[in-house]
């Protein structure tokens, strides 16, 4: 099992739970999170679901190791089905769940941690939080759901899929990505704090104001953005076929020193 899940006081707690790995994303631990998030999101006890990670690390991306069963021969269209539903499918199904979630985020979230904690309605980030996605190293242009531009705004956005660099919990405060950066040892409490706070509300207002935002990003263009981009994505994937007869064209030695 790679996701604990809890429920009390009406918040539903999932935890990421493959800390060995930095909570790399493999097939099973995705499709694990998704039954969590539609186990929370079916509970009329829960008012409140909190996603969380166990290690030093929230999420170090999708694990390229793979996982779950794969083909001989990799082809595009396997992976465009492969990240249609784990990568997009999941990640815009979470954000539209109608219940307020809180993200609580230390260490490393790297390109696919994002995809994680992005849909979640508020992020805490303890003050060791550091948010990159360099997938550019991949030949690719960013993550599957971009949520980039969204995120950070246009050029600060550009700037962090050029260089690949990360962003402290303040830089992403900044930018309005993050709510709060709270210390590390206090990152658990101060998320419970506030989901328990939010649990007193009334659920339909709560329902009712998560869709009010919801519906704004949608008319201002996100959920078309979102599915345009994510086939720009996979035209990434095709050039590094192309180049390397394989999907991922990738310099490992620094893609792994973005993990300490």
């Not at 219940?99 to 805490?124: E, F, H, N, T, Y």
């Not at 919990?169 to 709060?180: C, D, I, P, Q, S």
């Amino acid at each position: 099992m790679y996701i604990d899940y809890d429920v009390a006081d009406k918040i539903a707690t999932i935890s990421l739970n493959r800390p060995e790995a930095a909570n790399a994303q493999n097939t099973e631990l995705l499709d694990e999170l998704d039954a969590a998030w539609t186990r929370a999101a079916e509970d009329p006890e829960v008012a409140v679901i909190v996603l969380r990670a166990n290690g030093k690390h929230f999420s170090a991306g999708h694990d390229i190791k793979g996982g779950g069963p794969v083909p001989d021969k990799i082809t595009l269209e396997f992976i465009y089905q492969h990240e249609s539903r784990r990568y997009l499918d999941y990640t815009l199904r979470w954000r539209n769940v109608p219940k307020p979630s809180i993200a609580a985020v230390q260490g490393r979230c790297i390109s696919g941690g994002l995809l994680l904690c992005w849909p979640c309605d508020l992020i805490l980030a303890a003050d060791d939080a550091l948010f990159s996605d360099p997938v550019a190293l991949m030949g690719i242009g960013g993550v599957e759901y971009h949520g980039h531009t969204w995120e950070l705004g246009a050029r600060k956005a550009k700037e962090v899929l050029f260089t690949g660099r990360a962003l402290t919990a303040e830089e992403a405060e900044r930018t309005g990505m993050v709510n709060r950066v709270v210390p590390r040892d206090e990152l658990d409490s101060q998320t419970r704090a506030l989901a328990e706070h939010i649990a007193k509300m009334p659920s339909f207002a709560l329902r009712q104001a998560k869709r009010a935002v919801n519906q704004t990003l949608d008319v201002q263009g996100f959920y078309a953005a979102i599915q345009s981009v994510f086939d720009i994505h996979q035209t990434g994937h095709g050039n590094a076929m192309s180049v390397s007869g394989w999907p991922v064209l990738v310099n490992m030695d620094e893609m792994k020193a973005n993990i300490k």
